[in-house]
């Protein structure tokens, strides 16, 4: 089946730096999203890219969507506290609506 | 979009025994699915619970394990039955994702089994 590999696995920064974290695909997805979720919390949707090449933003958050449709990035500006929590990316497996979760990427913010 | 809630939020199991995860949402919707995540693990599909029909289950789940309710278009239940301690994880149901439109998640069930 479909698998996401993210990286890194873990981040510890301190407030104020920028993230960047990525996610790769052993095959090709047609949609790419960015989850976020916090501690006791279902995952909330950050992000959703649709096209090939495409770069989102928001806030500050800026996620792109791969040319190859194998990969896809996600990148935080100016980390602040509540940034705190693990990242997942997914895709839709191709022609139907089940999402496929990557393996996460936790971040914890150091004080 | 869509607010879903989960009943109960947290349990303690006893190993052998069954419990029923309630999931309800605030609208109408055509696609719910039922998550498993292990400790310190990403969530995996268990199934995809069908209004009017029997759930669509994902490789390496079965109905005797997992049977799924979906009686109308806001709500589902799953069951983890006959439980042992390789059950504890955290259970999420899901509503939306027809179409490309957002799929949204409730908060989990936090499942421990002893």
């Known amino acids: 089946g479909q698998q996401l590999n993210q990286s890194p696995q873990s981040m510890f920064i301190q407030e104020g730096e920028d993230v960047s974290m990525n996610c790769t695909s052993s095959?090709?997805?047609?949609?790419w999203l960015w989850y976020k979720q916090d501690p006791g919390e279902g995952p909330v949707l950050l992000i959703a890219?649709?096209?090939?090449?495409e770069l989102t933003s928001n806030g500050r958050l800026t996620a792109q969507f791969g040319i190859t449709r194998k990969d896809s990035f996600l990148n935080i500006s100016a980390s602040i506290p509540s940034d705190v929590g693990i990242y997942f990316c997914?895709?839709?497996?191709?022609?139907?609506?089940?999402?496929?979760f990557g393996t996460g990427t936790r971040l914890t913010i150091i004080p | 979009s869509a607010v879903i809630s989960q009943k109960p939020s947290r349990d303690i199991c006893q190993r052998g025994t069954s419990l029923t995860i309630q999931c309800q949402v605030d609208?109408?919707?055509?696609?719910m699915f039922w998550y498993r995540q292990q400790p310190g693990q990403s969530l995996t599909l268990i199934a995809t619970?069908?209004?009017?029909?029997?759930?669509?289950?994902e490789s390496g789940f079965v109905i005797d394990k997992f049977p799924i309710s979906r009686p109308n278009l806001t709500f589902s239940t799953l069951t983890v039955s006959n439980m042992s301690p390789e059950d504890s994880s955290i259970y999420l149901c899901?509503?939306?994702?027809?179409?490309?439109?957002?799929?949204?998640f409730g908060p989990g069930t936090r499942l421990l089994v002893l």
């Open positions: 899901s509503a939306g994702g027809q179409g490309g439109e957002t799929q949204y």
């Open positions: 095959s090709i997805f047609n949609t």
């Open positions: 890219l649709y096209k090939a090449g």
């Open positions: 997914a895709g839709p497996n191709f022609g139907n609506e089940k999402l496929t």
């Open positions: 609208s109408q919707v055509t696609m």
């Open positions: 619970a069908n209004q009017g029909s029997e759930a669509t289950y």
